[in-house]
């Protein structure tokens, strides 16, 4: 009996043993583990994670009151109208910021030159022509402009309205090769019958003072547009208040009175107070400010 007693109690103190082995091993175990940090917002400080770059401490002191860089252009814009404004003298009265965009645009392919030595091909078609709202209402097709034209003028004639012009309306703008020619042939008709002894090419030189051979139209173009108050396309309108006020504020939308009276010698035009061209706010404005026409502008005079 004393032999199995002792058997029993040494099995007893065995598994006693590995039981205090295994609870041991657990606890071990358990104190690997690192505990999670505190939620944000539970009082505890917060870290940057690796990815988050500085912490906030290490910011400039005034960065949360800055804007952010979707804010920059807009004050930049604002700064940058204000110098226009300085510049000029005068303030829109109308809300530009619809029309900005356009009137501002500076790309070069709205100064290219079309005259009787820089023709347009006879399949030039601008892709991106725009009917004009302030097309005359007579009967006539809607005329159509280039977009950023087009956009620009509404701006320029919104403006003229402040002002209390606001009778003058397009008579033409984006002409085809096709009508063009169709155009020139006629006044030549026309001016045969006016001068029966004169040859083809004095016809000719007579008409191209008045209008251009395909090609070398501006209407073709898309840029340009014929705008006035009257019956008809005359001199006389450039002694009207509408005239001078659309001639002293064109390029303050990006336009340009394309023949004046005192460049005939280098357009090869006659005076056309009714006829402007877009060309961007910049270029226009430089234009003006220095009593050039585009020629002069683009260095083109020969």
């Known amino acids: ?5 002792t058997t029993y109690i040494l099995t ?3 598994i006693a043993a590995i039981a205090g082995l295994l609870i041991w091993a657990t606890a071990a175990e358990n104190s690997d583990t690192v505990t999670p940090p505190p939620a944000s917002g ?12 500085a912490s906030s401490d290490s910011l400039p002191p005034d960065a949360s009151s800055r804007p952010d860089a979707s804010e920059t252009p807009s004050e930049t814009s604002e700064d940058a109208e204000e110098a226009y404004a300085q510049r000029v003298g005068k303030s829109y009265r109308i809300d530009m910021t619809p029309y900005l965009a356009y009137v501002t645009a500076s790309d070069e392919e709205y100064l290219r030159l079309v005259n009787q030595t820089h023709l347009l091909p006879s399949d030039y078609v601008p892709e991106d022509l725009t009917d004009s709202i302030h097309t005359r209402k007579d009967g006539r097709d809607t005329q159509q402009l280039r977009l950023y034209a087009a956009k620009a003028l509404e701006a320029f004639l919104a ?11 397009v008579t033409s703008a984006y002409r085809s090769y096709a009508y063009q020619n169709y155009l020139f042939n006629v006044y030549c008709d026309n001016e045969r019958k006016a001068h029966p002894d004169a040859s083809d090419a004095e016809i000719e030189a ?18 340009c547009v014929d705008m006035h108050n009257l ?14 006020w659309l001639a002293e504020n064109a390029h303050r939308f990006g336009f340009i009175l394309r023949f004046p009276a005192d460049k005939t010698d280098i357009t090869g035009v006659q005076y056309e107070p009714w006829h402007f061209r877009f060309v961007g706010r ?7 400010e220095q009593g050039l026409c585009l020629e002069e502008y683009l260095g083109q005079t020969g």
Do not use: C
């Not at 007579?206 to 840029?223: D, N, R, W």
């Open 1 to 5: 009996m004393n032999a199995k007693k």
């Open 12 to 14: 007893a103190l065995l």
């Open 42 to 53: 539970s009082g505890a400080e917060s870290r940057p994670s690796a990815e988050s770059g």
């Open 159 to 169: 403006e003229a309205a402040e002002y209390g012009h606001t009778d003058v309306t």
């Open 206 to 223: 007579i008409v191209l003072t008045y209008s251009l051979k395909p090609g070398m139209s501006e209407h073709q173009s898309g840029l």
């Open 231 to 244: 019956p008809s396309a005359n001199i006389s309108f450039g002694e009207t208040a509408q005239a001078k």
């Open 282 to 288: 910049e270029a226009a404005t430089e234009i003006y």
